[in-house]
Every structure is written in C-alpha cells, then in structure tokens.
C-alpha cells in the first residue's frame, strides 16, 4: 500500500498541524528535526508529509501527487481550483478585511477607487458583489503602505490582531471574509484510498471537534 | 511575433514516438471496444458556432472556450466538447434515421485553463454516445461499455464510480429554497466541504430534508452506501433512484469488478447536461477522472429533436499517462539496417517491403559506404546490417 502524502502549509499552519498530529498520536520526530529534508515519514501511520508554500499546496492536491493538503482558507478563495474541502480545522484564525485610512469615508464620492492588495482574486470578487467598479493594483510586500504613500484608497489585506493596522493609522472599513485552516483532499485519492483518508479524517475531526 | 515562433502554446504539446504510439494504441483498442458493439464512427468539426454550446441545457462557461470569428464576425469555438455538436448532428442529419443511433467519435477537445497550472488545453476524447434510447437495459450497455474500455486499456488500478443528479435535486427541490440558493448547497456538496455545508443548512426551516443533504456527500464508497442512504432516506423519489443504482450496480458486479465499482450519492456536476446517472471512471495515480459520462435526456430537445440520451467520454491522455511506464520517450530504433551501393536502391527498398511482410521494421542507410553503414549501425545500437547486391548478405553485429 503506498503511503498516504500529506501536503502542510510552511509556518505557522505547520506548527499547529503538527500539533494536531501529534494528538493524534503520530510520531511527529521527522517533523520536528527535518533540518532541509522536504519530505518526512510519520513511521507507524504510513503518512508521508512534504512541506510547501499555501499556493502550492492547492497544486500539488490538484494534480494528484499529494493526497490531502493543510492550506488556510485564505489560499483557497484566491487560487480556486477543484479539490473536496473536508474540514475547517480550527485554527490559523484570521480575517480578510477591508481597510484604510482611519476616519475617512471609503464609500463616497463619485471617483473610481484604487486597492492595493496581494489578493486581487479575492478583491474582485468582494467589489462585483457590490457592483462596485474599482482599480486593483496588486503589492507584493507590506500592502499597508500603499494608502500611506496615496497609492491607494484602500487595501483588501489579512487581518489577525489589527495592530499593523491602527500603528500605521488605518483602520477596517468592512470585513470580506473569514479565514482558518482546512484540511483537503484530491478528489480521485478520496475515492480510490477511501478507508485510509476516512480514517485520518475522522480522527481530525474528533479531536477539532474536541477543541 | 517571431519570438513564438519556437514554442507549442501553453496547454498544448508535441506528442513524441513511444507517446504518440502508445495514444494510437490506446485510439484503436477503445475504437474496437466501441466498433464491435455496433457503434459508428463521426467527426464532427473542430470550429462550432458559439451558439451550439451556450442552450439553456448545456451552460459551459463562455470563458473557457477558445473563441474566433469567423469572415462574417460570427462567435465561432473549438469544440469544448463532442456530445454536444453530436447531439446537434443527431437532431439534424440523422434526424430521420432509426433510433437508437449508436455513435462513437475520437477527436481532441479544447479549453482554455488558468495560466501556469500545468493543464492541457488540448485533450483527446474517444467517447461513445447511445441516441434514443432511455430504458434501463441502456443504462446497462452504456456502463458495461465504460468498465470494458478501461478493463481493454489493461489499466491495473481503476475504479467506476456511480451516482445520479436525481437524488440531489429531489432532495434539494424539498428545502423549497431558491435557485442560487441551491447552487451554492449545490457547490458545497460538489467540494466535500462539509463544515460549511453544515452552516448552511442549520439555517433551512425543512430540518429534515436538511439533515438528509448533510449526510450527502459523506455517502460514497462500495454497496454498503444503499443501506446506509436507505436507512437515512425517506423520500420515495430518491428511494426509487437508489434502487435503481443498486440494481445497475448489480449488474455491473457480474463482470466480476464489485471490488471495482463504488457509488458516490453526492455527484453533483455542475448539470452541464446530465439528467440521470452519472459516473466516472479514475486510475490510481492520477489525480483527476479518466472516463466521464452520464445520461443526457434534455440535451438533443435544445437542437429540436426529443430523445433520450446517454455516452461517455475516455480521456486518452490521462489514459496514456496512466499506462506509460517510462517517463521519457525514447526514440525507438529499426532492428535492421539496410545498405546497397549506387544502382541497388531500389532492390533495397523492395527488400525492405518483404521485412515488411515478415514484420520487421528495417531502415533504409543513407550512407554513402558500407564503412559509414556499419558505424552508423554501431552508434544507433542497431544489431544487424543487410547488404543488398544481386543477393542480400546479413551482417550480425
């Protein structure tokens, strides 16, 4: 039986699915001291488990060469793609958000509005909702300074404590949509090792539900 | 525009010797799988007006079509797909034929996918389409068709898997909820998405019919999901679906493939077309279906005609990825070199047609020399050499 290939969010996601992992009773040693290996074994449970960044975590489940995946929602609104989206895991809690400068009124005025943003998926689709025409520009570093340097009337950002935010003098206009980490799974490997992947499901799920 | 000039756009490839071979081969099994059950071929063009894939029953997005024009400024695709331009034929010029129509077809497909996922914009499709038929014994040819196909490829690792549209949208129309309300219910079941499933119908007044869906897309695997859907189901619609897919079920397990078989009640396709079973076919290793198909009742009524239908479609390339062992394609050599001095040419050609005839794949050497001959023979690892004069000579190397 060929093990089944866990893909996991690098980082923070990471830390706490490992976490999770190991109250599951896994042995977690690999992927405590995995120095630059990429792939690690959790030896007793036949799981393999390759560390990616979010985004390639979606790829690597979608074409089939991981078998299930840890990524934070925030991933999955922006890349798409098709895959079953099992379990809200419950942790790596945060926001997508709206925000600007603090005391200024996003939504008036006749003038087309620009939003810096690293997610221009995402922000498209909260401004269609809206029917709202606006300008997306897309940063790739600290998206709060965008407003600052009058770049932008507002950005559509991850939020988690809001204290980037209120230091730089900006504040949450609206919020877009809520984020936290989920488990998924290739939809072909669900089907074709459905014990062992109802198995690991279930056991994540009891101990999310625990939680 | 130069600089495109050395390179396939993006989605598309060149198709290399044992790669391209081995397409052919799988094209001609399936085309002896679906010929010798009284199927016939068509070719449909690869250019369809727009129009043919934008009827109420079929709804493919516009964006994923390879779009021109054509000289009158008419909206013209590459066909996304073949069931429907042969539902259009079928509802034209074949109108008057007897039915059922038995048709097969085996031509590519085109879709434009997002940039840099790594996915083909250009696939091939050998598929079969059963026109005018609605009965159960269709249901049952169709499906028996499908599994015999992959079971030709001699793919070791492979599943069908059965549903119907029926059940969801007899248990949807019970919420009494609203059209984009169910698509997004709709949406949800089609990802697994459990979690938020479940938020959304904690919110549905018909708690029951609710509670019903939730379970939904839990309810796939082996024979033992009719039992556990019949004990959770009280709807006589959907029960009698479910009778029905077990009875399919049970005639596919007499081709002795029930381990191969299972059922997922939470197929849910974005409709396209389909109005009965559904299913699908997957290989081990590799992450996306390699068969489709589905009954298709309203489709051919969009083009005119009012018959029932149903087909499937094998993806080849999927197929081909599945079976090809070596990752890169060699290039295959001749087992036998042919050489002649000046004025033998054509005593060496004709030579090589009677290897033909005892199939042997020989080369013809353009080589100047027998020296040359043999050291190409050498370099390209080719095991002998015949020389052509009055007579021909065999060199073993």
Known sequence: ?211 | MTQNRLITPEGTKDYLFEEAVLRKRIENKLRDAFAFRGYHEVITPALEFLDVFTTAENGMPIEQMYKLTDPKGRLMVLRPDSTTPIARLCATRLKNEKLPLRLYYNQPVYSVNPSLRGRSDEMLQSGIELIGAVSKKSDIEVLVTAAKALQALEIENFRIELGHIGIFNALVGALKISKEASEAVRQLIENKNYPALNDLLDEMENKEAAAVIKMLPRLFGGREVFQKAKKLIQNTDVIGILDYLEQLYGALSQLGLSDKITVDLGIVNRTEYYTGIVFKGYVEGFGEEVLSGGRYDGLLKEFGEDAGAIGFAVNIDAAAKALLKSETPKLPQAAVLVYSDWAYEVKALEYIDKLAELKIMAEYSLCDSLEDALEDAKARKIRRLDVVTDEVKTIEL
């Open chain 1, 1 to 211: 039986m060929k093990p089944i290939r866990i893909a996991l969010t690098k980082g923070r996601l990471e830390k706490d699915t490992v976490a999770l992992f190991e109250k599951l009773g896994f042995d977690c040693t690999q992927l405590h001291n995995k120095g630059r290996k990429l792939i690690l074994t959790i030896p007793d449970a036949n799981i393999e488990v390759v560390l990616a960044k979010a985004a390639d975590v979606i790829t690597y489940i979608e074409h089939g060469v991981c078998d299930m995946g840890v990524v934070g929602k925030d991933t999955i609104l922006e890349y798409g793609g098709s895959f079953f989206e099992v379990t809200d895991l419950g942790f790596g809690k945060c926001k997508f958000a709206l925000a600007g400068k603090q005391g200024e009124d996003f939504y008036t005025g006749y003038a087309e509005k620009t939003i810096a943003t690293k997610y221009p998926n995402v922000t498209r689709r909260f401004f269609e909702e809206k029917g709202m025409d606006v300008r997306i520009v897309k940063i790739e570093g600290s998206v709060e300074l965008a407003p600052l340097l009058n770049l932008a009337d507002g950005i559509v950002d991850i939020v988690e404590t809001g204290t980037t935010l209120r230091e730089n003098g900006l504040e949450v206009y609206e919020d877009v949509a809520q984020v936290s980490a989920r488990l998924i799974v290739n939809t072909v490997s669900l089907k074709m090792y459905q014990n062992e992947i109802e198995k690991i499901i279930g056991q994540i799920e009891s101990v999310c539900a625990k939680a």
